[in-house]
């Protein structure tokens, strides 16, 4: 058993990233990045992909197991430099309009005896050499979507206790859960219906125009978040440069937006571990002053908390803000995925690092210097981490003034 | 059961190919090409690696079962422009002086519904587009290793009456017979007697110096092929450029050299279907005047057959002649495996295309100017086709008249 599941759910799920994800359009080209074990849904991908037009498909395979033996290895001087035909791979592709599908399905401990250094060399090159081609994901002049199926090792970790082919059939069923598909429905008009419901959300917070948000919960969070003039919450979907509505993850269930950069204060306590780089960070606390790190601990991962911190000058600056009510059906499965594309969506989360600039009125035109002075933070890296608790409480300050709750025992109140 | 196998034979398997094959230096780096299903011998082939000194390893990962759904979709156009990227994969990594391991193992039939041409675009573009990189390892100017191991769709085909779980296991048991490993056995100090037998055929060939070769026998062959002055026959192991003793081929059982480029003259009849391009040519015939294929036919394939002449110029005059006995072991199993590595060292076997600049004396140094005038063939292809039968009789006669019986009834008779 590795990984196998049912060829018509495999077809639904795979047509639904096609169509609804990246909302593929004829001859476009599109790009698959997927671990050697999930080849299955690459295939089920393209073949969606041709129907609906595809130019060509295009995979980039990655085994971590065989990384695992090149970082154990290969001397450090060879994760600094990022190697040139695989960045000509993406800009080639990204230039040529290609949209890009990410499958996200990780052994999370994988890199835990891995010496931090050689990880952040290859963050830091890759974020270097890369930078024009994440530039234009970010900015959405390219359409992407982010996925995920079971590997047996990632399984393993979820659920501990069970054997692996359960373990493996267990996380299809909360995979394909998140992602609301069920043998009868259809998953396209369900998503129309869920991503009508993020946008009228965000919609309701662009209309308050908030200055502030102000988190507290018993964890010991107690952070005041500005949001800068002209901030943007975005749910659900978005649309490209070329006017194209795609969903770049599967699963979402947030609304999110940018912080001012040099606007945020005070302490916030992550409330579930984080998946990071091949390792696992628990009980992350960070406190900021002027919107940058100041202080940060962790109870296991620390090295790795901070050598995240320290990859670039952004690093240590928030780059999002995003609210996940907390009874949100990924939140009441109860389950830590070690995964962010479904703890993310589980919780109220802030990202260190990059700032999407289509969060700004504007931002996809702005220079690297005008998204500066509009207080969006810009980093090789952009983190997510969760802070969503059963008893966090938002409050919002408007622009005019008048204070709103926005979220009141770790759901809306509006 | 995907192919799994002991670990420690594996890893023998790895190091044979490492110590022997590539015979990999320090600091020296390493590209593996291979199917994603042989992932776990590609992890041990790159630890063996390390373990020699490797600087890097780095993996071209291929899945045929995708490519089937891109050439049964994308346009032709995209199967005319090799991509630049892959290009400076295997340029940047020639040219800093990797070892280049690739793992033979083929569905034979995956694409036989594929339109001929899109499969000869791709060699077309291929072979231009890598004729630097094709140039550096047929002059070994790099090191290079082709081996294999069973996947499940070959070994279906190899023992179509065996469920699939004990076809792989009787495939990966004909695969270390081919090879000389066994669980007990040195297959270092064992490969090192068997390079050393080879090398002798090879010696007494040399001494002869032949000008031409006759083969007969009862399939119809009756074939004369001049030697141009000057060629070498090899076997067993070769030195690189830079002086490195390296096997090309695993399993390998032949000693081979290069024809006089317009000296072929007769009819010779292929002696087992032959495995090209992921389609299956059964009762090749060519004939052959002043060096030039001018009659072809096939049973099944002869479209195929037809493309691959057709391909460049070249692709009709041979480029290889060797010498493998019919009482070889791979031989002897008796087993049809659609697979070249295998079936050329079980057979006395010709090769359109290419020759091996290495098999004339001082070849290497040669412009492409002078290796034409040598009377060495070129061409994008080298196709190796089997010839070998139990009646096979090889009459040469040398370049001072003398006639020396080389093969009767499909053995060496020297």
């Known amino acids: 058993m590795r990984c196998e599941m049912r060829e018509d759910i495999l077809k639904k799920y795979a047509a639904l990233v096609v169509r609804v994800g990246i909302n593929l359009q004829p001859s476009q080209p599109l ?7 999930c080849a299955a849904f690459v295939r089920a991908l393209s073949a969606e992909a041709f129907a609906a037009g595809a130019y060509d498909v295009a995979v980039h395979w990655s085994d971590e197991a065989f990384e695992r033996i090149r970082y154990q290895n290969a001397p450090m001087e060879r ?12 800009d080639d592709h990204a230039g040529r309009g290609a949209a890009f599908i990410s499958i996200a399905a990780s052994d999370p401990d994988i890199f835990s005896d891995i010496a931090p250094e050689k990880l952040t060399a290859v963050q830091l090159s890759a974020g270097k ?37 359960t373990a493996v059939a267990r996380l299809w069923e909360e995979i394909l859960k998140a992602v609301r598909i069920t043998p009868e429905n259809d998953p396209v008009a369900v998503w129309k219906e869920h991503i009508d419901t993020l946008q009228k959300r965000a919609a309701f917070l662009n209309q308050c125009d908030f200055a502030e948000l102000h988190y507290t919960n018993g964890l010991g969070t107690d952070l005041r978040v500005e949001l800068p003039a002209g901030h ?56 900021f002053r002027d919107g940058k790190v100041v202080d940060h601990t962790a109870s296991r991962g620390a090295e790795h908390l901070k050598k995240l911190i320290e990859t670039d000058e952004g690093a240590s ?10 009874d949100s059906p990924i939140s009441r499965s109860n389950i830590l995925f070690y995964n962010t594309l479904f703890d993310e969506n589980a919780s109220c989360h802030l990202a260190l690092g990059k700032a ?12 690297e210097d005008e998204l500066r002075r509009a207080g969006v933070n810009d980093s090789i890296v952009h983190e997510d981490f969760m ?23 770790g759901n809306f109140a509006f």
């Not at 999407?356 to 220079?367: A, H, V």
């Not at 802070?387 to 025992?409: A, F, K, P």
């Open 232 to 287: 943007l919450w975005m749910g659900g979907a978005e649309h490209s440069a070329d006017g194209v509505l795609f969903a770049a993850n599967m699963p979402t269930e947030e609304v999110y937006t940018l912080p001012q950069r040099g606007g945020v204060n005070g302490t916030v306590a992550a409330s579930k571990p984080l998946h990071f780089n091949g390792n696992v960070i628990y009980d992350i606390r960070l406190t």
């Open 31 to 37: 790009v698959i990045r997927a671990p050697i074990g």
């Open 317 to 326: 600056f928030l780059g999002e803000v995003a609210l996940v009510p907390y």
């Open 387 to 409: 802070i969503g608790t059963e008893d966090l409480s938002v409050v919002g300050r408007t622009r005019d003034g008048r204070t709103i709750r926005v979220m009141e025992q």
């Open 129 to 165: 050499a890369l930078a024009d081609y994440r530039n234009r994901l970010m900015s959405n002049r390219n359409t992407w979507c982010v996925v995920s199926m079971p590997t047996p090792a990632w399984a393993r970790k979820v659920f501990p206790e069970a054997a692996e082919e």
């Open 356 to 367: 999407y600039p289509t969060c700004i009125r504007g931002g996809e035109d702005m220079t």
């Open 79 to 90: 994760f600094e430099e990022f190697p040139a035909w695989r960045k000509l791979f993406y």
